[in-house]
Nanobody
């Protein structure tokens, strides 16, 4: 089992930056994928950025060139650097991990992730 704890959310003006962190504990050796998702009330949770066990990275089109996902410490820490933030980036952001063997095929689909953090709120004002 994984335990995922996010931090780093907050309020920022448009154009600003935030870095989200996720502390991962548990059976990290078996993690095949990790990622960041976000959700606003009334909408489905969407994949923002994902990284598989080979280090391949995927981004949602809406964040390409602005967000960067990275790992450190043998997968015990996951980060999301968010630059040039926009009001539409406002959401609850979740860290996720997956031990599904095929998660690499769908690194931005929540159905392929089975461990989740509690979320951290990001609010971007115009």
């Amino acid at each position: 089992q994984y335990q995922l704890v996010e931090s780093g959310g907050g309020s920022v003006q448009a154009g600003g930056s935030l870095t989200l962190s996720c502390a991962v504990s548990g059976y990290t050796y078996g993690s095949n994928c990790m990622g960041w998702f976000r959700q606003v009330p009334g909408k489905e949770r969407e994949g923002v950025a994902g990284i598989d066990s080979d280090g391949s990275i995927s981004y949602a089109d809406s964040v390409k060139g602005r967000f960067t996902i990275s790992q450190a410490g043998a997968k015990t820490n996951l980060y999301l650097q968010m630059n040039s933030l926009k009001p539409e980036d406002t959401a609850m952001y979740y860290c996720a991990a997956s031990n599904f063997l095929d998660c690499w095929r769908h690194p931005l689909q929540m159905s392929h992730f089975n461990f989740w953090g509690q979320g951290t709120q990001v609010t971007v004002s115009s």
